[in-house]
């Protein structure tokens, strides 16, 4: 199963171009979100960890467009002397959050049997999508490139 997950993870590299033409910035960013929020509770339903692998396959596939598009956005946005700080400031984050994510999930399916906790996960993670489709911010990302116009600090 995961290897799976990397063998989308590879093929979404490879896609990555050809949808970030067809999705823009905030299409591919989204689709992360909703790939997800679709996906995963799927997984629920299916038996075979081969299936499981594929579904995994699916939602590492979006992921790769989608932070090229956020790199991209951010090199555009943050002023040279200020890019260091951001990008250690992100990976912090990020780390952080790599290493808190399986924790509370580990407890969460210690609290709940493990479909109602995937469930649950996916619960958020549709929440999520709805908050990054609605978002005004995220929305502008594809025209100001797709324009032309140069990407201002707001």
Do not use: K
């Not at 591919?28 to 679709?38: E, K, P, Q, R, S």
């Not at 939602?59 to 991209?72: D, K, Q, V």
């Not at 649950?120 to 990054?132: E, F």
């Amino acid at each position: 199963m995961a290897a799976m997950l990397g063998v989308g993870g590879v093929a979404g590299a490879l896609v990555a171009p050809v949808l970030h033409r067809r999705l823009g910035s905030y299409g591919a960013i989204v689709a992360v979100f909703w790939a997800l929020a679709v996906f995963a509770p799927v997984t629920v339903l299916v038996d075979s960890g081969y299936l499981i692998g594929v579904l995994f396959a699916l939602m590492a596939l979006f992921p790769p467009t989608a932070n090229t598009a956020i790199m991209t956005d951010q090199l555009l946005r943050t002023p040279d002397e200020l890019r260091g700080r951001l990008t250690s400031t992100l990976v912090l984050a990020c780390g952080a959050a790599g290493a808190a994510g399986p924790a509370l999930g580990g407890s969460l399916a210690q609290t709940v049997p493990g479909d109602r906790a995937i469930l649950l996960c996916a619960a958020g993670m549709a929440a999520a999508a709805v908050l990054a489709t609605a978002s005004p911010t995220l929305r502008t990302l594809s025209r100001r490139h797709e324009e032309g116009q140069p990407t201002q600090a707001d």
